[in-house]
């Protein structure tokens, strides 16, 4: 009888990360808009955020995330102010039009989040988040 083939553990993180960003993506497309927008949607505060603080918050490169914060501006997404207390900083705000899409983004979230939690045990979930958090810690190590 053939030995089973065992998986290794980041492929199966990347297939199924694959998945997610695959529908993330397909659903942002159905919002006229990309997965990275509708993060950025997510993560810029009610009082402002900061720039250069989106893009270590979702591992973006600062010419990818510059890119994608001009396409949001002039899809009239964000809008970009120098802050009155810091007058180096550069704060991302968002329009009415943003806060709209960030609804439909955080709807869809919850929604997906919703599904995962009633299809997974308590004890699958601390599962998973122990795993998780362990392999973060160990790829800091190697960094």
């Known amino acids: 009888m053939p ?11 990347r297939q199924t990360w694959h998945r997610i960003a695959r529908m ?29 603080s989106l893009g270590p918050r979702m591992g973006m490169e600062p010419t990818s995330l510059s890119r994608t914060l001009k396409t949001m501006e002039s899809q009239g997404l964000i809008r970009r102010e120098i802050s009155v207390e810091d007058k180096r900083k550069v704060l991302i705000f968002l329009t009415s039009k943003g806060v709209e899409k960030r609804r439909m983004v955080r709807e869809f979230l919850l929604d997906f989040n919703k599904m995962i939690d009633d ?4 004890k699958a979930k601390e599962g998973f988040y122990e795993t998780i958090n362990t392999i973060d810690e160990l790829t800091q190590k190697i960094d």
């Open 3 to 13: 030995e089973k083939k065992k998986t290794l553990i980041d492929v199966s993180i």
């Open 24 to 52: 993330y993506n397909q659903k942002a497309l159905s919002y006229e808009m990309t997965m990275s927008a509708g993060f950025i949607l997510m993560y810029v505060e009610k009082k402002g955020s900061p720039s250069t």
């Open 119 to 122: 299809n997974l045990s308590n």
